[in-house]
C-alpha cells in the first residue's frame, strides 16, 4: 500500500453531521483493498505449497500465520496508521446492496478450507519435523481464527445461505457454538457482567479464557434449548442448530483424517484450539472493564459507542472487515461490514487488536496499557466500570488517586454530547 493509496483512505472524513448527511456522489475508497482478506488463506496456501516442495529449504514458511497475525500486520498497522473515512449515509444503501462485498466474504471459506486440509497433509507426513508440525498448526489455526471473523460477518446475515456459509466458516475450528451464541447471546449482554465474552477490568486473559469458552458454550446451549422448546421441539431435534454445527465439524474432520492418516487428527485439535483461542483472544480486547449502567428500573441501557473499544488500522481493518469498528456493529448488528463507521468519541485502543493480542496474554503489560484507559473513559467514576470481583477493592484502592486527579480534570472541561449510533 503506497503512500498514494493511504492518502486517498483519508481523503474522505465525513465525521461531521453536515458531511455524514452529504448528497454528493461517493465512492467507497477501500473496494479492491478488502480483498485482501480472501487472500488471506490463499497466502497460507501458498506458503504451504512452498514448504512442500522445499521442506528444508523454506522451513519458514511453516510458520507464516502466526508472523502474519503477529509481526507482519502489527507492523503494518503501524507503519500505515489510522482510516478516518466514513461513508456518508447517503451511500449506505448502495454500499449494503452491492453484491460485490458479500462476494468477498464468501471466497474466504473455498481458499480456508484447501489450505487447512494442506496443513493437515503436511503435518501427517512422517518426514515432517515436530517443530514444522508446531508451525503448521499455527499458521492453519491463525487463519482459520480469521475464519471465524468471516462467519462472524455472514452470521449476522438473515438468509439460510449466510447462515450455513457462517457455520461452514466455523467447522474448521469446531467452535460452531459461536453462531448461536454470538448473536442472541453476546449482543443481548455485551458489557454486562452476565455476558462470558465481556472481561472485566482486572481479569487476566488466562482467567477470562475458561470462562468465556465453558460460558458461552453453556449459554448457547441454553439459547438453542428455549429456541426449539418455543417451536415444541426437543433439543434432540434435527432443527437444533449447534447439533448441526457438531455435525459439519465432525465431518470435516472426519473426511480429512480419512484422506490425510490418523496424524491428522492431533494436527487439526491443535489448529482449531489456537484458531478459537485467536477469537476469544479478540473477544477480550474488544469490552475489557467497559460496564453498560442500569436504569431506575434495573434494566441496563441500549448499547452505546462507548461500551466498546475501537481501533481504526487500516490494515487491521481490511484483514478483518472493520471488526474494530466494533460500535457501530452492536448498534447495527446486520450492517454490512463495508458501511461501518467510526465514532470520534468512542474509546480507542492504543492499537489495532493484531498489535493488542501478545499484550493480552502478558496480564501485567495488559494492565499498564489499559487500565488507566479505562478510568479515563470514565472520568474517575470508578463505580461505573466493569471490574473483575475478586479483584475490584484492591484495584479501587490503587487506582484511586488517579481517578480523582481525572475527575477533577474532567470536571474543569466542557461537557460534550456523547456521539449516537
Known sequence: MNAKTHDSLNSHTPTSPSALNSGEAWQDPKRYLWLLSPVLPGIGLAALTGYALAPKKLKALAWIGPALVHGIIPALDHAIGEDQNNPPESALGTLEQDKYYSRIVKAFIPAQYAMTVMGAWLASRKDTPIEDRIGLALTVGA????????????????????????????????????????????????????????????????????RTVFGGMNSSV????????????????????????????????????????????????????????????????EHYGLLRQKDSNGKYQRTQPEHSWNSNQIV????????????????????????????????????????????????????????????????????????????????MSKYAHYAAEVAARAASKPRTTPPSC
Request: glycine letters at 8%; one cysteine or more; aromatic letters at 12%.
Open 143 to 210: 487463519i482459520n481464527g480469521v475464519g471465524i471473523n468471516t462467519a462472524h460477518e455472514l452470521g449476522h446475515k438473515s438468509t439460510r445461505l449466510n447462515k450455513w456459509m457462517a457455520m461452514a466458516a466455523l467447522a474448521p475450528t469446531g467452535y460452531t457454538h459461536f453462531a448461536v451464541e454470538h448473536n442472541f447471546g453476546h449482543h443481548k449482554r455485551v458489557a454486562t457482567p452476565e455476558d462470558p465474552a465481556s472481561s472485566r477490568m482486572g481479569e487476566s486473559f488466562w482467567r477470562f479464557l475458561p
Open 222 to 285: 441454553k439459547i438453542e434449548t428455549a429456541r426449539l422448546a418455543r417451536k415444541g421441539k426437543s433439543f434432540w431435534s434435527r432443527e437444533n442448530e449447534l447439533l448441526q454445527g457438531c455435525a459439519m465439524s465432525a465431518g470435516f474432520f472426519g473426511a480429512t483424517t480419512l484422506v490425510c492418516g490418523p496424524r491428522a487428527l492431533p494436527f487439526l485439535a491443535a489448529q482449531a484450539i489456537y484458531g478459537a483461542s485467536l477469537l476469544e483472544s479478540v473477544n477480550y480486547i
Open 316 to 395: 487491521s481493518n481490511l484483514f478483518l472487515y472493520q471488526l474494530q469498528r466494533h460500535s457501530d456493529h452492536h448498534a447495527h448488528p446486520q450492517r454490512s461490514y463495508q458501511a461501518l463507521r467510526h465514532f470520534e468519541q468512542a474509546p480507542q485502543l492504543p492499537g489495532g487488536y493484531a498489535s493488542m493480542l501478545i499484550p493480552a496474554y502478558v496480564p501485567q503489560w495488559w494492565y499498564e496499557a489499559m487500565d488507566k484507559r479505562v478510568i479515563d473513559h470514565y472520568e474517575g467514576d470508578l463505580n461505573r466500570i466493569n471490574w473483575a470481583p475478586n479483584r475490584k477493592a484492591e484495584l
